[in-house]
């Protein structure tokens, strides 16, 4: 008899502290993937877009989108780390360490630093940090992931539980390490689209983006294959049909990367994510809802030994089916107010 | 307190006769965005199809398509000229003056060359001239439109009424510069999928391109998001709801770029638009919708100077919902007939 | 008068056994088609995911997807061969010569070998051979394919009947003509997905791919046009509403491609499609169907000559809107069982 060759994914009591997982399928990133990565969010920041601005300004050629990046690199681990996952409940120290440009090959591996069973006894809750490199073995992101996973057999023994002590923010001195010294003087602030630069931002301010983009089926499944992402929930209408929704749910990923897409209505010179500080799906996104964005500023931050970029700490909140001039986040409750679908703590660099 | 950063885009009171606005957001068109072109539209012209036709016959390498390229400066535009447009209303004196490669990078200005309020002081036209260049600063293109846009304010004062004179169409000695001087004896007439070269067109010949392609919307928005337009009204549902329409427009470019590609039967070696004439979105295309095309060839012309190439003045219809067998333009009364969306005027090289 | 000059299509009496048809549009395929492609399907396999892991084992660089260098061949032969066809009923003897990289420029002819008149006198079955070309002249691909072609007129004379008699499966010997000598000692078993090679698989064995991905309208219309690929069954609803179906048919290929992606659960290591031995299109697939997939082992064979590679015959089962656990196939009665939409006869070739 054969064995199963097919992947079931790993359940809760598969994962032990100290465990690292090499995800298969390294990926080539290539201006293709750019040319589809715009074409379904449509983003406008002017180092990524144009080779002649990257390289004015210091960089080889125009980077590839930091969150291209970051979803190549999180769909990697999908079939090892949460294909049993019932959800994925949040981000912390995630930054980004050195830029990837076309031609680059992205591969990515995670170690479990912590699990945590839950006291139903069916699930737990699972810590990895994920580590993206390049073809030459370089760090290029690194972030923390915790998901709720299914155990396979409710008897199987609980773990001592380990919770690893996350920091609440990616400190200055360790942002913009992607980011080149920049000739600001050949930064042109036509050419990206605004004269607005680290120093015009300050805590507390608030941007409504403006503008919404409704989500067609069709556009968040090419995304989400795009990242060789796999989980089903994302692409299975014929299962999820049955299931809580009665319809597919839109990768998260993909919300990150619209409202990201929105933000340039505001943030235009936050050409940079540095970090994710923070992340959290607040409710579930759908095929037809229409995605709308608003940040707050949260801190502006120098960073230590850069004169040319300043780092602004963003709360990027992304909202569906609702305009965001009034900067909907939470009732008078404390809970999240409805309509709200992304909470997320960013370190944006700007040119200073 | 900080100072809005969002675009709110400008009113008709913004524009002043002689006033120059670079746009933002350079964008490097690559291979990967001739790739999503390509499969949103399905054209089949050689030389843009294949290094080794384009190569053979003079080309550098296969030119992108002149569309994308339209589009792609025709999207830099949109934040400042057309944010709180009521209509696009025409183009004019648009030609192409040189090829455009993948890795070229496109930037575009506008020149306010007309204003005129309307009579009832809530908006007005604005004429511009916008030109599209490459990294090298040389013009790859040059167009006139003029849209409708909304006044601010109804009370602010009516400005000079300006109105520029447009030529009726672009002269045939200003034809076909982007266009290298072509090797025709190495021009594969069963390659390129037709045997008919310039001499083959006559006047008042009538084309059905016989086949129809149904539109979707994540197809439409794709593309409109390729180009980085964000005329809101290609993408938001939740908006457009309540608008007058209740559904999302598709963006007039789509139709031209669909049409154009559908008018490779019949067409087939009409491989460059050298030049759009006069252009007219007649009615709104929605997201369902199936589109059509159907040329007229208005007047053949020599180019000066060129023995390789010849013009074709075409008019290309687009018509939804409809086959084009018997040429559907305009009813008796003189009005576009029921289910014509485009009435576009151009001028196409062929070789001789 | 001026000639018609929309291609009608050639119609069942245009076609003579020995005739060679030379096919237009010779395309380059780009790293660009490679990533729209990748976002349709979602393919996972690592020698074309990843240039570092193709080139570590042997390759230039990544090669491009087997069934992406079969549809753009096929998509050449559509207007010329199946344009008036009323079934595709099949293919045999296709095999793959030659890697091919992005920036080859593919290009197709087809050679009638059989023609067998229909007894209605109406229509009749076309059989061709296509061979795809690279920019060198070298063969990459050969398959068989019959079609039924109307009649233009059921008047006109029945030829001889001639029916090829085809291989039931491509030779052992004529396999692995694209793949290079592999170094196994650099093929990374845990990048790739799966510690499962040639050896592991024997005759008989069943494989539920598990995953079932849903298809989208917008979703195989752009991959039909990435082929260029103008069968207007694909993309007319307005037509197809009034047809036998009431709606747009998806493009065989789109299943193909499809099915193909999702065995990399279960089959992660079948890198390369050798030769596809048969292949029947069993039922219709539509936009909204959710597409699953199993693949019985057929057989196993040694390559003459090779050492690194070995062959694995299997039948790639593509089924809508039912899971695989139970690898549907035939009715006692020996029909199709419902909701089987492929049947395909394949050669894949893994790592010894």
Redesign the interface.
Known sequence: M??V???AGNFFEDFAVGQVL?H?????I???????Y?????P???VQ?????AQAIGYHE?PVDDLLVFHTVFGKTV?DISLNAIANLGYAECWFLEAVYP?D?L?AASEVIGVRENSNRASGVVYVRTTGRN?SGRVVLSYVRWVMVRKRDKASPEPTAVVPKLAERVEPANLGQAVPTLDLGRYDF?????P?RWR???AA?K????????L????H??????Y?N?A?VH?????QAQGQFKR?LVYGGVVISLSRALSF????NAFHIAAINAGRHVAPCFG?D?VYAWSEVLETAEIPGRRDIGAVRARLVAVK???CADHPLKTPAGEYAEGVILDLDLWLVLPR
């Open positions: 054969s064995k060759k097919t992947n090499q298969a399928t390294p990926r080539t290539t201006t293709g993937d750019v040319a589809v715009n074409s379904l969010y449509g406008r920041f002017a877009s144009s080779t002649t601005f125009a079939p031609g090959t591969s073809q036509t050419l990206s689209g605004s607005y015009d931002y300050a301010e941007i409504d983006h403006a503008d919404g983009m409704t067609e089926e069709a556009e499944q090419t995304a989400t294959r795009l060789q796999t089903k692409f299975n209408l014929h299962e597919r209505n505001g943030l235009a037809g229409t089916n609702r305009a």
